[in-house]
């Protein structure tokens, strides 16, 4: 794990980590303590994944081709610093889930750079990409949860993954399914779940590591408005803590509610980029980034 340590870890870089975080994190309250980042001088085992101290999500010029000649992204350039609350909206095919995955590493860029806490993922060895999407939390649509393993099981398998220590595993676990309100709902099965509680089951499990960034491709795309909202309250409660959140949707009325910055894509490109409501429409291009 050291070695893993040395390789992620930008020497020199401890100190600064986090000292760009724009709005200044609230006092954490006593049920998010379990999910919040630690402060810089802490060293947690697991921690093998250390933003810098520049922005924490950065597009330089990316481009992403797909087979065929397909533009998933068409030249995006942009910087999400921490502790920002970022909606990446955009019409179905624009390019969102691109974006998303490309912060992950499940795609790589035609060109371009795609840098996560101060990490040219382009440069970024094979072998350490599993250490990058467990410092990241990643929620999806589809929730991807294990069928065959509890709501319990599939949380602690982000834990276990991560090195922690059995008692520890026991006692985060149930911490955290309360936190997302699925107090008494541990051992059942995905299946067992509606949809809404498999999405949170999946949001427990993006947080159980306390991640710095969290990143969640259409959260709330099968739920219903109140779900939805519950969804939406919980990753705004965690970005107040100073975790930097980027949400990917089609949900308007939460976007117009929430008022925070939207990133819209249009064809693989940033139409707008501005803090407010969702307005899809590409053609009011008046505050294009
Ligand atoms: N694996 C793939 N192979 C080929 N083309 C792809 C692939 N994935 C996405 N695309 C194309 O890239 C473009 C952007 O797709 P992307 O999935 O990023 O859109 P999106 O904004 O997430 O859409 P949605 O709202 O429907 O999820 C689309 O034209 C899509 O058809
Ligand atoms: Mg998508």
Do not use: W
């Not at 797909?66 to 909606?87: N, T």
């Not at 067992?192 to 960034?213: D, H």
Request: hydrophobic share 35%; glycine share 10%; charged share 25%.
């Amino acid at each position: 794990m050291a070695r893993i340590d040395d390789d992620m870890h930008d020497a020199g870089s401890t100190q600064r980590a986090f000292t760009l975080v724009e709005v200044a994190p609230e006092p954490v309250p006593a049920d998010l303590a379990v999910v919040t980042p630690p402060s810089s001088e802490k060293r947690r085992r697991g921690d093998v994944f250390r933003p810098g101290p520049g922005p924490m999500v950065q597009f330089q010029g990316v481009i992403k081709r797909y087979d065929g000649d397909v533009r998933g992204l068409d030249g995006v350039s942009v910087s999400i610093a921490a502790g920002e609350f970022v909606f990446l909206v955009g019409q179905s095919g624009s390019g969102k889930s691109t974006f998303i995955r490309l912060c992950i590493r499940e795609l790589r860029a035609t060109s371009g750079h795609v840098i996560i806490g101060g990490r040219d993922l382009g440069e970024l060895r094979r072998s350490k990409v599993p250490y990058l999407r467990r410092a990241i939390g990643c929620v999806f649509q589809d929730f991807r949860l294990l069928p065959d393993r509890t709501a319990s099981e599939n949380v602690a398998y982000a834990l276990q993954v991560t090195g922690h220590s059995r008692q520890e595993v026991n006692r985060r676990v149930p911490e955290i399914l309360a936190l997302v309100g699925l107090d008494g709902k541990g051992d059942r099965l995905p299946r067992e779940l509606s949809g809404g509680e498999q999405q949170r089951v999946s949001i427990a499990r993006a947080l159980v590591n306390q991640p710095r960034l969290l990143i969640a491709d259409e959260p709330t795309g099968n739920l219903d408005p109140d779900t939805s909202q519950g969804i939406m309250d919980l990753l705004t409660r965690i970005n107040r803590t100073g975790t930097t959140v980027l949400v990917a949707t089609h949900d308007r009325d939460t976007v117009d509610r929430m008022q925070q910055r939207v990133i819209a894509l249009h064809n693989g490109r940033i139409v707008r980029d501005a803090e407010g409501g969702y307005n899809e429409d590409p053609g009011d291009t008046g505050e294009i980034a």
